[in-house]
C-alpha cells in the first residue's frame, strides 16, 4: 500500500529542500527589513532630523553611542536568552520592540523624547534581535556550509539597503515622520510572522547539519512503499544514529569559558571591534557623507540628498552581489585572510572620498569597493563558529558585543563634531582608512584555537585525529 506522508516526513523528507534553507531565507528577509528601515535607512533620515529639531549632527550621533553602550552591555544578556529561549522567540522580540520604536519616533518633537525612543526602543529591539537571533540559528544548522549560508542571510543587508532610494522619496513626498511610521508598521507585519519558520537546531526536527543523511535508508522507504513494521524499525534506527551523530558534533564545541580562554577569541574581537569602529560610523553617517563629498559639484541641497541615496542603494546592491561570491570563495579559501582582503578594500574606498571632488565615478567607486568590505561580516561569525562549535555560539557572540561596542560606539560623534567644527569629514576619512588596515591585519595573522584538554581527550578516547 502506498503510506501517506506527514507535514513533518515533507519537510525533513530527503528528498525535499533542507529546511535549514527555510531558516536561511526567513533570516535574510528579516535582516533585510533591519538594514532596510535602520542600518542603512536611518541614515537618509539624519539630515531632516538635523533640520526639524534645530540640533547638530554630533548630538543626533551621541543618541546612536548611547545607543551601542546598551547594546553592549545587553549583548551577554540577550546571548544568554537566545541560548535559553532559543532564537524564535528573540527574533519576535526584536521585531515587537523595534516596530514600536519607529511608530512612536515619529511622535517626537523634542531632542530627549527622541533620545528615549532611539535607545530604548530601536537600539534595544534592533540588537536583541534579527541577526543576532538568526545568525545563532544559522549556525546552528549549517557546518561545512556555515559560509555561504551566512552570507546569504546577509544578502539581507544589501536587500534593505537597496531600498534607501525608496527612504528617500518617502522622506522627500510625505517627511520623514510619516516614513518612519511606515517602517515600523511594516516591521510588524513582516518580521514577527516570519520567526515562526525558525527552529532552535537541526536535531529538534530530526534532521543533522548541512542536511546530512543520519543513515542509509532503504529504497522502500524513501518512496513511502514499505510496511508498517519497516516503518517503525527504520523510525528506530534513524533516531538512534542521529542521536549518536548529534552527540559526536556537540563532542567538538567550545564551552563559552574555555573559548574565552583562549587567545583566538580576544584576537577575533579586536578585529572585529576595528571593522565595526568604521562601520559604525560610515553606516550611521553615509549619506551625509556622501552628500557633503557631493557638495563641491554646486548642485542643490535636495538632488544631493537624492544623489546620496541612490548610491547608498548601489552599496547595498553590491552587497548582495559579493555577499553569496565571497560566502562562497569563504567555503573554499581561509576565511581569515579572505576577511583581511575585504578590510583593505574598505580602506581603499575612504581614501578615495577624500579628495572631495563631487565627481559621481568616485562616488560609484567608492560604493563598489565599500560593498566588497562589508561582505566579510558573515565571514566574521562563520570563523567564530569554525572556531568553536555551535554549543555556546549565540553566548560568545552576546559577550563579543561588549567590547566591540565600547570600541566603535564613539565614532558617529566624534566623525559629527568634526563636521561641526570644521564642515568636512576629510579629518574623519583618515583615521579610518587606518583602523580598516589594523583589522586587516588582525584577521590576517588570527591563529586557530587549542582544543582544551576536555575536548583532546574525548577526541583521543574515540580514535578521532
Known sequence: HVRKFSAKEVLTSPSRVFYGWWIVAASMLADGMKHGTFNRGFTIYVVPIRTELGISVALISLADMIGRAVGGVQGPFMGYCTDRFGPRVMLAFGGIVSGLGFILLSFTRSYWSFVLVFVGLLSVGFRSGYNNASIAAVNNWFRRRRGIAMSIVSMGNGLGGASAPLVGLLVVSVGWRHAVLISGLAIIAVVVPLSLLVKRSPETMG???????????????????????????????????????????????????????????????????????????????????????????????????????????????????????????????????????????????????????????????????????????????????????????????????????????????????????????????????????????????????????????????????
Open 207 to 465: 534532521l543533522l547539519p548541512d542536511g546530512d543523511p543520519p543513515m542509509q535508508v532503504p529504497a522502500e522507504v524513501e518512496v513511502g512503499i514499505c510496511s508498517s513494521a519497516t516503518d517503525a524499525q527504520s523510525a528506530r534506527r534513524a533516531t538512534v544514529v542521529t542521536s549518536q551523530r548529534a552527540g559526536q558534533l556537540r563532542d567538538i564545541d567550545f564551552t563559552a569559558r574555555e573559548a574565552m580562554h583562549t587567545p583566538s577569541y580576544w584576537l577575533l574581537i579586536l578585529a572585529t571591534g576595528f571593522r565595526n569602529t568604521v562601520h559604525s560610523g560610515i553606516s550611521f553617517l553615509l549619506a551625509p557623507v556622501m552628500i557633503w563629498f557631493l557638495e563641491t559639484s554646486g548642485r542643490e541641497p535636495t538632488e544631493n540628498l537624492q544623489i546620496a541615496a541612490i548610491f547608498v542603494g548601489v552599496v547595498a546592491t553590491g552587497t548582495i552581489i559579493f555577499n553569496p561570491i565571497v560566502g562562497w570563495v569563504g567555503d573554499k579559501v581561509p576565511r581569515r585572510k579572505l576577511t583581511a582582503v575585504c578590510m583593505l578594500s574598505g580602506a581603499s574606498a575612504l581614501l578615495l572620498l577624500t579628495g572631495n571632488s563631487g565627481n559621481l565615478w568616485q562616488l560609484a567607486v567608492f560604493s563598489v569597493l565599500l560593498a566588497f568590505a562589508e561582505s566579510a561580516n558573515p565571514l566574521n561569525w562563520a570563523i567564530m563558529g569554525d572556531f568553536f562549535g555551535r554549543r555556546a555560539f549565540a553566548q560568545l557572540r552576546g559577550w563579543q558585543h561588549l567590547p566591540d561596542q565600547l570600541m566603535s560606539m564613539s565614532t558617529p560623534v566624534w566623525m559629527g563634531l568634526i563636521f561641526d567644527h570644521t564642515g568636512s569629514y576629510y579629518w574623519s576619512l583618515l583615521p579610518l582608512a587606518a583602523i580598516y588596515g589594523l583589522s586587516s591585519i588582525v584577521y590576517w595573522f588570527l591563529p586557530t584555537p587549542k582544543l582544551p584538554a576536555r575536548l583532546r581527550a574525548r577526541m583521543a578516547a574515540s580514535g578521532d585525529d
